[in-house]
C-alpha cells in the first residue's frame, strides 16, 4: 500500500489497546481460521502418503481435475480478453450508460452463487434465451462444459475488470505523446506503449480469475449437470466424498486443491510486485 | 500577425492533428468497442440478472407472495438474518481490532498476520465447510468430546453461523488495514497529548476518520454472510425449517422444479445484492475515492 513517508517511522508506542486488540485478533484468527485448519492438517497426517497419493489420481479425480482446470482457464482467457475491451471502455470513453455498466460489473460479487447458478441454468437450459439459440448449432450449453466455462467466466469477469481499470487509469499520458509525436500509429501505440504497461495487471486479473474459478461451486453445481467422469468439478467431488462418509478421500482432494490454490496466490503475489515495480519505474 | 508565425501555426496544426489520430481511436473502432463491451455485459451479466426477476413474477404476485409466505421460507429467511447478526458485528469487532494493532504499531510477524488474515479468500467455499467437518463432525477432531457433552454443531445452525463467519472473515480489516495504514497515527497521539482517553480518542478521532471505510467493509461482509452457499451447504445437513438459509431453500426450491417459488427466493437475495452495489458505488465514489486521493496528496507532501 502506499508509503506515508517519515512520520511512521517515529511512531512510538504512546496510544494504548495493543495488548487489548492483538489479543482479540489472534484468539478470533485462532478459534475461527486456525483450528479448523488444524483439524484439516490432523486429518491428512491420518493418511499414508500412497493411500493419500492414491486418492487424489483416482481417474474419476483426474477427471475432475482436467474439468476443473480446462474450464477455469477458457473462462480465465476469455475475461482476459473481454474484460479488457471492457475495461478500456470504461476508462477511456464517455457514452451514456458508462457508470451503470462501471457498477454491473461487480454484480457477479454482490450476487449469491445460488442465485447465479439458478438463473445461468435456466438461460442455457435447452428451453432458455440462450440454450435455444445455441441448440439449433447444435451446441449444448446446460450440463456440459460449455456451461460450466459460462458460469466461471460470470463470476471470473469481475476480477479483471478491476484489476486492469486502475492500471489504465494511471497510464500517463506522455508515453502516448511521445511515441505519436514519434511517428507511431495508434494500433503501434497500443501493442508496443500501451498494452505492454497493463500487462502485469491484466495476467494478476488472470490468475484472480482462475483462482476463483478452481474453488467455485455454487454457481456451478446447477449449470454442470454433475455426471462423474464427465461434468463433476472437484469441488463437487469433495461433496460427494463427504456424502459418502468418505472423510479421508474428501480431505485428499481438499488438500490437493488448496495446494492449487496457494500455487496461484504466491504467483498472484509476484505478478503484483511486478506490477508495482512497472508502476514506479 | 507576422507571415513566418502564420505557417508555424499552420505546421503547428498540422502536427496537432496528426498527434489527435495517434492519440485516440477513430470513432468507428470506438464504436465497435462500446458494442462489444456492452454486449458482453449484457449478455453476461444483465441477462441472468432479468431472468430472476421475470421467472420470480412468472406466475403473478400471487404465487410469488405465497413463495415467501411459507413458513418453511420463513424460516430459512430467520436463519439467514440470525447468521448475519451474529458474524457481522463480530467480524467487525474483529476487523476494526486487527487493523488498529497492524496500523498503529509495529511488532514481529505482522506481515505473516495479515496473510493469515486473508487466508479464507484463497480457500474454495467447499473447503472451507469441509475444515468445520472436520473439525466439529461426528469423526471430527472434536466430534467425541462433543456428543458427550451433548453440542450439535455440524448439521445445526452453530456450524452454519461458523462457517459464514470463516466466508466472511477479512471483509472488514482488509478495508480498514490499507486505509488505516495510509492515515498514520498522528492524530490519535495529538489526541492522547492533549489528554483524551483511549476509548475517547478511538471514538472521536479514529472512527469519524475511518467510518466509510468501515461502512464499505460491513456491507461486503453483510452481502457475503447472506448469500454464501457452498459452505453453509457442506455443514447445513438440509435439514428443512431448521437449518436452511435461503440460498439452501433455493436449491431446495429448484431442485423440485418448483422454479417459480425459487426465483422468487432467489429475487430477495439479488435485491439484497442490487442495495449493495449501490451503497458500494456511492461509498467508492463520493468518499473512499476523495478520501484515498487527499491521503496520496499528504504522503506526497503537497501543500493544501
Redesign the interface.
Known sequence: ?????T??SR?A??????G???G???A??GL?????????V??TSELSWGDFWSKITDPRVMASYRLSFGTAFVAGVVNLV?GL??A???V??R?P?RRL????????F???????G???T??YAKTG??GSVLDRFGIQSAFSPFGIT?AL??VG?PFVVRTVQPALEDLE?EL??A???LG???LQ?FLRVLLPSVLPALLTGFALSF?RA?????SIV?IAGNQPMKTEIT??L??VK?EQ?D?AG??AI?VS??AA??VL?FAINLLQAWSQRHHAA | MPPDAVVANDLLALQQAAYASARTEKPWVRRTLIGLALAFVALLVLAPLAIVFLFAFEKGWHVYLAALADPIAWSAIRLTLFTAAVGVPINTAFGVAAAWAITKFDFRGKSLLITLIDLPFAVSPVIAGLIFVLLFGLQGWLGPWLVEHGVKVIFAPAGIVLATMFVTFPFVARELVPLMQAQGAEEEQAAMMLGASGWKTFWRVTVPNIKWGLLYGVILCNARAMGEFGAVSVVSGHVRGLTNTMTLHVEILYNEYNTAAAFAVASLLTVLALVTLVLKSLIESRHLKPLKAKLARESRGDVE
Open positions: 500500500m502506499a508509503r506515508t513517508g512520520s511512521r511512531r508506542r504512546v496510544l494504548p489497546g495493543f487489548l486488540t492483538l482479540f485478533t489472534l478470533y484468527l475461527i481460521v486456525l483450528l479448523p485448519f488444524a483439524a484439516l490432523w486429518k473481454f475491451v471492457v478500456w471502455v470504461l477511456r470513453y457514452f450508460g455498466i462501471d457498477a454491473i460489473v461487480d454484480l457477479p454482490a450476487l449469491p452463487t445460488a442465485v447465479s439458478i438463473a445461468l435456466t438461460l434465451w440462450f459460462v467466466a460470470f469477469f499520458a502516448e505523446d511515441a505519436a509525436s507511431a500509429t495508434r501505440i483462482a478452481l474453488g467455485e461451486y455454487g446447477f469441488p463437487l469433495i461433496i463427504l462418509y472423510y474428501a480431505t481438499a486443491l488448496l490454490s496457494f496466490l
